[in-house]
């Protein structure tokens, strides 16, 4: 079983991120059944291989973590695009992350928090969006703008330039779009022109990289 590579910086997006192509004919749920939750928590380092569910759980765990991302993906959605996020993802995030608390054992100085049993896949991440909404980092919060992606991420370019989710993805195809549409805007001489540009450059560049070669050849 595989899931999509976790590029967003927060376990809380990664769990988002869950639904591949979102909005279209292609979209993916990658988490429909309590196997495919387990599977992808021990992939994120939340459980190891001797977490179990006792039986009367596993309705509870399947319902509280599609409800968790939802929230998720509302909050975060409203955030990246500079509004405010609804009161109801809100309030799911909250109480998920208290039940958590509630039930946790409490440990420690300074103070640890063990959740238990499902908990420590929905607690855990409930946890975890609740520090983004309030940490510093929040600002860097960005969404990926093409329609059929909007994956949430953290951007930690010293910039703030991080515009795609993964730079060999989107990035590439937004990059491969603008081409052909410049490409279709432009005139068959305009197209010929660029083309013989691309060509001389190229030429030129072979041309520079052999004369260095031969001077260091004749130096030698």
Do not use: Y
């Amino acid at each position: 079983m595989s899931f999509p590579h976790r590029i967003s910086g927060n376990i809380a997006l990664d769990l988002a991120n869950t639904i591949s192509w979102r909005g279209t004919d292609r979209e993916t749920d990658h988490l429909t059944t309590v196997d495919d939750i387990v599977a992808w928590a021990k992939e994120a380092g939340l459980i190891d291989s001797r977490f179990a569910i006792p039986a009367h759980e596993r309705g509870a765990l399947v319902n509280r973590t599609m409800a968790l991302r939802s929230a998720i993906t509302e909050a975060g959605s409203a955030i990246a695009h500079h509004k405010d996020a609804p009161a109801s993802a809100l309030d799911v995030i909250r109480d998920l992350a208290a039940g958590a608390l509630q039930a946790s054992e409490i440990s420690g100085a300074p103070v640890t928090f063990a959740f238990q049993g499902i908990d420590k896949i929905v607690g855990a991440v409930a946890w975890s969006a609740l520090d983004l909404l309030r940490g510093d980092e929040l600002p860097r919060l960005k969404q990926c703008p093409p329609d059929d992606c909007h994956w949430l991420f953290i951007d930690r370019t010293k910039n703030g330039s991080r515009r795609w989710c993964d730079m060999g993805t989107c990035g590439n195809r937004a990059k491969k779009q603008v081409f052909r549409k410049e490409r279709s805007g432009a005139s068959p001489s305009e197209q010929a022109s660029s083309e013989l540009r691309r060509i001389r450059g190229s030429q030129d560049e072979r041309g520079h990289v052999g004369r260095k070669r031969g001077r260091r050849t004749n130096s030698a």
